[in-house]
């Protein structure tokens, strides 16, 4: 039988309170809990927590306290990033941000979704096993491309690519891939016009 780390692994839907999920939430609190506590003036000691945590770290990025994320592990940041103040990354799956790409305050990117039915929400197991997670939970990868701009509050939803050189307005949500070299606003967000070479 695939095990609860098999199937996060390929997308399918799993428990999210099975050890190896509890291990590592265990340990981005306490990556968490040093880092938020750490003077923003300690650029080294902040530099080498991210990259003993994250997935992988590029050169001068900078994330902005307080941050909240679920694994740490699977936040993987190319270089020239800049992450503002009180962002909020629910890794459970991969999120992957390209170089050069500023992410303003209040932003939150979500992997985990959940079955709309709660005939499959629900874990069908839970009765006999009161120590697993009461819904299920799938994992989804998040993409937001080279040279973007993401702007304050906006929400990025699971599974959602955006493309190199895109302007997200503040406020968005994002449910759905966004094109390259596009400015795009609202809830749902959408493509209000592309970017030219004059802006």
């Known amino acids: 039988m695939t095990n609860d780390v098999e199937k996060w692994r390929h997308g399918d839907l799993y ?46 990025v900078t994330v902005g306290t307080p941050f909240l994320c679920d694994f740490a592990n699977n936040i993987y940041l190319g270089s020239k990033i800049s992450i503002n103040m009180n962002c909020s990354f629910m890794d459970s799956g991969k999120i992957t941000i390209g170089d050069e790409t500023m992410v303003a305050p209040n932003v939150q990117i979500y992997t985990g979704t959940h079955p709309i039915a709660a005939t499959e929400r629900l874990n069908p197991n839970w009765e006999l096993h009161k120590n697993q997670h009461f819904v299920m939970t799938r994992s989804l990868p998040v993409k ?15 599974g959602v690519t955006i493309g190199d050189n895109t302007v997200i307005g503040g406020g968005s949500v994002v449910t759905k891939d966004i094109p390259a070299n596009v400015v795009a606003v609202g809830n749902p967000c959408h493509v209000l016009r592309k970017i030219g070479a004059d802006n």
């Open 15 to 60: 428990d999210a309170h099975a050890p190896y999920f509890r291990n590592q939430k265990e340990i981005a609190s306490r990556f968490l809990n040093t880092y938020n506590q750490t003077d923003y003036a300690d650029t080294e000691i902040r530099t080498r927590l991210l990259k003993d945590n994250f997935g992988a770290v590029g050169d001068y």
């Open 144 to 158: 937001v491309g080279r040279r973007c701009w993401i702007g304050g509050g906006t929400i990025i939803l699971p």
